[in-house]
T-cell receptor, first 115, second 114 residues
Framework: GAGVSQSPRYKVAKRGQDVALRCDPI?????LFWYQQALGQGPEFLTYFQNEAQLDKSGLPSDRFFAERPEGSVSTLKIQRTQQEDSAVYLCASSLLEGPNQPQHFGDGTRLSIL | AQKITQTQPGMFVQEKEAVTLDCTYD???????LFWYKQPSSGEMIFLIYQGSYDEQNATEGRYSLNFQKARKSANLVISASQLGDSAMYFCAMREVTGNQFYFGTGTSLTVIP
């Protein structure tokens, strides 16, 4: 597809369950980012990949959060033992190259609700 | 300290009028990029405009222009000839050369009135 694709669009899980969120970046994009967006707030950085290498995971809120991009294209964000405070929209973004002048192109997000 | 500050939680503008959305930023880097994104109610973040810290000219993209005042560390978005479809949340963001992440502000909700 032409844009960043995220699935599922909506996810409801019970507290304590594990969830996996998928991101298909734009083909050929080197950089991939995950963000968490709480209601009424701006996106907050979670983690960053350059190709398959996870170069920055400083934004992951706890060791329950894990992200991977094994072949340098599709990425998965996994949340283990979910808690209610994990409820948010999770946005994935990609950019063609690396650098502060590169705009990020975002997917539609996955809206995660933890009951 | 907040990296990006957007002080206008909500703004209203009459259709066909111009509107300015404020953004100030905080960085000690000499090289950085400033971005504006639009987020409609559908949730997708749409890239609007980019300004580099070394760019001497203000960026323009169609009806969008960025009023960049480096000494004041401000990067205001100007939307000319507002349209009903411009109603959305608008986020200012920055990426520093020394870091990997984008820093986003809390956003401004723009409503265009017919």
């Amino acid at each position: 597809g032409a844009g960043v694709s995220q699935s599922p669009r909506y996810k409801v899980a019970k507290r304590g369950q594990d969830v996996a969120l998928r991101c298909d970046p734009i083909s050929g994009h080197v950089s991939l980012f995950w963000y968490q967006q709480a209601l009424g707030q701006g996106p907050e950085f979670l983690t960053y990949f350059q190709n398959e290498a996870q170069l920055d995971k400083s934004g992951l809120p706890s060791d329950r959060f894990f992200a991977e991009r094994p072949e340098g294209s599709v990425s998965t964000l996994k949340i283990q033992r979910t808690q209610q405070e994990d409820s948010a929209v999770y946005l994935c973004a990609s950019s063609l190259l690396e650098g502060p002048n590169q705009p990020q192109h975002f997917g539609d997000g996955t809206r995660l609700s933890i009951l | 300290a907040q990296k990006i500050t957007q002080t206008q939680p909500g703004m209203f503008v009459q259709e066909k009028e111009a509107v300015t959305l404020d953004c100030t930023y905080d960085t000690s880097d000499q090289s950085y990029g400033l971005f504006w994104y639009k987020q409609p109610s559908s949730g997708e973040m749409i890239f609007l405009i980019y300004q580099g810290s070394y760019d001497e000219q203000n960026a323009t993209e169609g009806r969008y222009s960025l009023n960049f005042q480096k000494a004041r560390k401000s990067a205001n978005l100007v939307i000319s000839a507002s349209q009903l479809g411009d109603s959305a949340m608008y986020f200012c963001a920055m990426r520093e050369v020394t870091g990997n992440q984008f820093y986003f502000g809390t956003g401004t909700s723009l409503t265009v009135i017919p």
